[in-house]
């Protein structure tokens, strides 16, 4: 039976045999030096509802129950366990999970906003660095207006935040483009990545919001390689009624290649974590989804929930 080293150079192979653009050249050139992936599968819970900390639990311990080793959420969970760290250390180990990342609703272009954006983000990284947590990850609500002066206020807000973060308690900040938000297609991600500092601001994707807004995910993931710090891993089907809005869904069920993502993660040495997500409900049960997410990632992936190279204690801690 083939390893999935054998595996991975087998499917890099014959990729490059297949097709001669950038994706697949890079694909093929790293796929020498990179070996198996050596990034981690988590999930994001908000398919449990963000009704904290109630949701937060039963979400942890569901996905926890299914072998997933670590989650991320909202970061107003830093807020409800202010000055308990133990208390929340205990649950998450019970639960069997660590947290690998926050999400915080940040509207950066919003210069009214910027006082609390900094100091909730600044309060979620110290409550993050506590715990062992490396990321936030930033996204946006609906957008008002897609000014210049929107953008511009954008990337001042991103890079004095992520400095701030960074400096103080070594946590990095990553970007969520996202439907409807002022950060959304292709051509928004490039003004925002070459207006903001690559030492202080990082990309974290989302594969259903960029097939979405109809980026080329895996051009995304090429080419922002550098700025890549972590991802969510869901499905996206268009409509079949021209105008009309498309739907996510699980892995598997749409149009992002999560085969060929794999092998270009793991041919750049991607080396963070992507979590499933299905946020939102979709009218589907939450721990069912993650149990076909989980079918998915360790069999037609062939990638394994705990990070490779990790011993189970330190992947939960």
């Known amino acids: 039976m083939p390893t999935r080293r054998t595996f991975l150079a087998s499917t890099v192979a014959a990729l490059g045999a297949a097709a001669t653009g950038p994706i697949e050249g890079a694909v093929r050139r790293g796929s020498q030096q990179a070996g198996a992936p050596r990034f981690g599968v988590g999930y994001q ?6 009704d904290f900390p109630s949701a937060w639990w039963r979400g942890a311990c569901a996905v926890g129950a299914l ?15 202010e000055g308990r760290d133990e208390e929340f250390d205990r649950r998450m180990a019970r639960c069997g999970v660590r ?23 600044l309060f979620t990284a110290a409550f993050a660095a506590r715990i062992g947590a490396g990321v936030i990850v930033m996204g946006g609500t609906e957008a008002t207006s897609k000014t210049r002066e929107d953008f511009a206020a954008f990337s001042r807000a991103a890079n004095e935040i992520g400095k701030r973060v960074l400096d103080t308690h070594g946590v990095r900040c990553g970007y969520h483009p996202h439907l409807g938000a002022l ?15 690559p030492r ?12 979405a807004a109809g980026c080329d995910v895996l051009e995304v993931f090429q080419t922002y390689r550098e700025r890549l710090i972590h991802a969510h891993l869901k499905d996206y089907r268009p409509a079949e009624t021209p105008g009309a809005r498309g739907r996510f869904l699980p892995l598997g069920e749409g149009v ?27 009218g589907l049960d939450p721990a069912e989804v993650a149990t076909q997410a989980r079918a998915y990632v360790t069999r037609t992936l062939e990638l394994p929930l705990q990070r ?10």
């Open 99 to 121: 947290v690998n990342a926050f999400y915080s609703s940040t509207d950066l272009g919003r210069p009214g906003h910027h006082a609390e954006n900094l100091r909730k983000n």
């Open 308 to 317: 490779p190279g990790a011993s189970p204690a330190e992947a939960i801690r």
């Open 256 to 282: 992002v290649d999560f085969v060929r993502l794999r092998d270009v993660l793991a041919a750049n040495g991607f080396e963070g974590w992507v979590n499933v997500e299905l946020d939102g409900g979709r």
């Open 45 to 50: 819970i908000f398919g449990w509802s963000r």
């Open 67 to 81: 072998g997933y080793q670590a989650i991320e959420g909202e970061y107003t969970i830093a807020e409800l366990y």
């Open 183 to 197: 950060v959304e297609t292709r051509a928004d991600i490039a003004r925002v990545m070459d207006a903001t500092d």
């Open 200 to 211: 202080y601001f990082f990309l974290a994707p989302d594969t259903g919001h960029l097939a």
